[in-house]
């Protein structure tokens, strides 16, 4: 990791010059066989591969509007090349939104227009070869499909779903990406994400009840598989084991422990994160979120709450009902799935629970609105809740809070460099490189205004800030959930709860 | 059809012809939009939660070019500045086809001969800018480029008509409204004139099959026209009942 050069921070987002070819090297690792065949695609590519991605490719234009619409209407503007955080850590021109459409529409032009199949030099029309294969192996895993790019397009052109429906074209003739891959298969076979069975799960929740019950005094319980709870709390699986993810869970555990909201986990349904969404199938995003359902149903719950998960919960909010509605075996009371910042606050605003800020003087707090959360979905019942419903849950835990440049945060917020499949190692000069915007405008409120605590709700944004900030020279201690805070300030014992 | 000459014939075919591949791409492709199912729910947000909100959404989409207006100001001010001189010199024309003609299009008549202008210095400046940025040079092709000159050519052979080599406008307007009520008649003996309908005939053919679908595109691009109801109400996927 040394020899990766890091861009200065000076709290600017300098537009590079374009550098060609300049992310080549960063190549995603391919899927191996079994695990291929595991998710029901070719263990590897078939002689015929070019017929069978092609007929994939039409398949999608059909039941796409998005990639029909895109592939077509662009006009090439140019508002979107200074957008994504890809191009603007290694300035590879591929890496601008319309440039890596362009390797699926120069594909499209050849073999799905008129004018393409006619003229295919004027509009740059070109056969799917190798060569394109490559490039798109290359690009469209160099794509943490955040949407950015979509807010500045005239035409709302969103290059996630040109680089989900290229993934899934990949996957048709067997080229799927490990890091992917592997994951799915151990949430459809275990139930979660890091493949973790039941035993190892109720242990490691035994161990966190010992914990806090040595740090506070209280016995907090991390229920699994209870029947009959009022609540089942959904978390993506990081939050068992990775810091600062399980402080966040520790967080959730004291909210309903103060709220008095029985609550459970499930270790059938022990995964929130979604992968499917990332390969771009509908068939297998909608495999892992029916477990969901299938837990809800079985252990009888009321209501679902889910963790902080930045793609989990666009797909919670915007697909669920969808996928696997409707939630009518739910109580009609409260918004199912709800999102833990959501049922915080709102316990918070009701004075439910005990709050005591000076727990987290120490700190100056911003928080990092996560893409998917922003772009993706909502909270609350405006649009934009879901900036504002965790800002404020921050600032009723915490007295100092800072937000960073406007141009970094809210609808126009930079990813952390390792969404959508990108949190792998062989992708670390690309995650690194990703994260610049985000660092620079960290930078520029930590020299300003003291800030020692980027706040996030997203598993991914944890993991990839832990491990990236500190390459730019930031302590990965900056890092932090937004339920830690909560975990921080609230007073055990405090109140009556609900 | 008596008395027409063969250049007419040739003419009337062609116009004929153009618009009717024009309206036939045109219509195939908005069904194509149309018809082609949104599996899930993709607004970009945050999006409005009635259809009442995605109509206020899309007005300042198309009115105003809202997003592009965020996303870079010197590219919107070519662009909307371009769009806007192209709406009015449309309208401007319609004074060649209606009859009787509306007060209304000939209180516009004087700002087309600017917007002709305007038209052509804006066209100039997309341009520039496609050449002289380092990223847009990268990724504009031939087909970014031949639009801005087709749409430049047509506006300066129409000023040269207005300006330099004065074309019989009633001789014009004798032969479109002779095409619209489909009782055609000689077409003028002023090549300029020639030149500039055939021009039109290129953007017209080349329209559907091309980026220039945008203009009827933008209208069921689903990242700006879906509501954000996700859990108020229930979005089917058609092929996934």
Redesign the interface.
């Known amino acids: 990791m040394a020899d990766i050069k890091t861009e200065q921070l000076t709290g600017k987002i300098k537009v590079p ?2 550098n060609e070819s300049a992310a080549t090297e960063d190549r995603a690792n391919r899927a191996r066989e079994e695990q291929n065949v595991l998710l029901g695609f070719p263990p590897s590519k078939p002689d015929n591969w070019q017929e069978i991605a092609l007929n994939k490719m039409g398949e999608l ?6 990639l ?3 592939l ?12 994504c955080h890809y191009f603007l850590g290694t300035g590879d ?1 591929n890496n ?1 939104p ?2 890596r459409q ?1 390797l699926m529409r120069k594909v499209y032009r050849k073999h799905f ?3 393409g199949k006619l003229f295919p ?4 029309a070109e056969e799917l070869t190798e060569d394109v294969m490559d490039e798109w192996w290359n690009y469209y895993h160099q794509c943490s499909q955040c ?1 950015r790019c ?9 290059t996630a ?1 040109i680089s989900m429906a290229a993934r899934e074209i990949m996957n048709s003739v067997g080229m799927g990406q490990k890091y992917s891959n592997e994951v799915l298969g151990k949430v459809v076979t275990v139930g979660n994400n890091l493949g973790i069975e039941k035993p190892a799960l109720q242990n490691s929740l035994e161990f966190l009840e010992d914990d806090v019950k040595e740090e506070t005094g209280t016995d907090v319980k991390f229920p699994l598989d209870q029947k009959n709870a009022e609540v089942l709390l959904i978390a993506p699986s990081a939050d068992f084991f990775s810091s600062p993810h399980i402080e966040g869970l520790i967080g959730y555990g004291k909210v309903f422990h103060e709220a008095g909201v029985s609550w459970t986990m499930s270790s059938y349904a022990s995964e929130f994160a979604n992968f499917g969404m990332f390969i771009g199938n ?1 068939d297998l995003m ?1 495999k892992v979120a029916i477990r969901i359902r299938d837990a809800a149903e079985e252990l009888n719950v009321k209501r679902i709450v889910v963790g902080e998960c930045g793609h989990a919960w666009r797909v919670a ?3 669920w ?2 996928l696997i ?2 939630f009518d075996f739910l109580d009609p009371e409260h ?1 199912s799935p709800a999102h833990i910042c959501e049922f915080t606050l709102d316990l918070i605003q009701r004075d439910a629970l005990k709050i005591d800020k000076s727990y987290n003087d120490d700190l100056v707090v911003t928080f990092h609105d996560s893409c998917n959360v ?5 909270m609350g019942n ?3 809740g ?2 504002e419903i965790p800002r404020e849950l921050i600032k009723s835990v915490c007295r100092n809070f800072v937000d960073m440049d406007e141009e970094t945060i809210r ?2 917020t930079y990813c952390c460099g390792a969404g959508g499949g990108l949190l792998t190692d062989e992708l670390m000069d690309l995650r690194v490189k990703g994260a610049m915007p985000r660092a620079q405008a960290l930078h520029e409120v930590m020299e300003r205004n003291g800030v020692n605590t980027m706040a996030m709700i997203c598993a991914i944004c944890k993991a990839q800030f832990t491990k990236v900030l500190p390459e730019y020279g930031v302590d990965m201690s900056v890092v932090a959930s937004v339920h830690q805070l909560v975990s921080n300030a609230i007073v055990l014992g405090g109140k009556k709860g609900v | 059809m008596k008395g027409l000459s063969t250049l007419s014939l040739v003419f009337i075919f062609l116009c004929y012809t153009s618009a009717a591949i024009f309206l036939a791409g045109f219509v195939r ?1 908005v069904y ?2 149309a018809v ?7 607004p ?6 009635t259809k009442g909100g995605v109509v206020l959404r899309m007005t300042g ?1 198309v009115l105003f ?1 809202t ?2 207006f ?3 100001k010197w ?1 919107w001010i070519g ?1 909307y500045i371009f769009h806007i001189v192209f709406l009015l010199i449309v309208l401007r024309h319609l004074r060649y086809v209606l009859v009787p003609t509306p007060e209304v299009i000939y209180f516009i008549g004087p700002f087309g001969i600017h917007a002709g202008i305007i038209l052509v210095v804006s066209a100039g400046y997309l341009f520039a ?2 050449i002289f ?4 040079r ?7 480029y ?1 639009a801005l000159i087709l749409m430049a050519l047509i506006a300066a052979t129409g000023l040269a008509m207005q300006f330099l080599f004065m074309a019989d406008v009633s001789a014009v307007k004798d032969f479109m409204v002779g095409l619209v009520t489909f009782s055609p008649v000689n077409i003028p003996d002023d090549h300029l004139f020639i030149v500039h309908l055939t021009l039109v005939m290129v953007l017209l053919v080349y329209l559907p ?6 203009a009827g ?2 209208f ?5 026209v879906m509501v ?1 109801d ?2 108020e109400k ?4 058609p ?2 009942r």
Not at chain 1, 61 to 66: D, G, I, M, R, V
Not at chain 1, 121 to 124: D, N, Q, V
Not at chain 1, 150 to 158: A, E, L, M, Q, T
Not at chain 2, 234 to 237: A, K, Q, V, W
Request: proline share 7%.
């Open positions: 010059k374009i234009l059909t039941k796409y509007k998005s029909k619409l895109f077509d209407v662009c006009v090439k503007c140019g508002a979107c090349t200074d957008k021109p601008m319309v440039a362009e227009t008129t004018a030099g004027l509009s740059r949407r979509s807010v500045f397009c005239p035409f709302g052109i969103d779903e509908y909608k909010y915007s697909f009902n969808t509605g409707p918004r922003a772009r993706g979905s909502r405006s649009p934009g879901q900036f609808e126009v | 492709k194509e939009y082609t199912p949104s599996p899930l729910k993709i970009t947000m945050p999006a409005p939660t989409e070019f997003s592009l965020k996303g870079n590219t662009g800018r496609r940025v380092d990223r847009t990268y990724i504009s092709s031939g087909a970014d031949f099959f091309s980026k220039l679908m945008h595109g933008i069921f691009s689903p990242t700006r954000d996700c859990n229930r979005h089917i996927n092929w996934d």
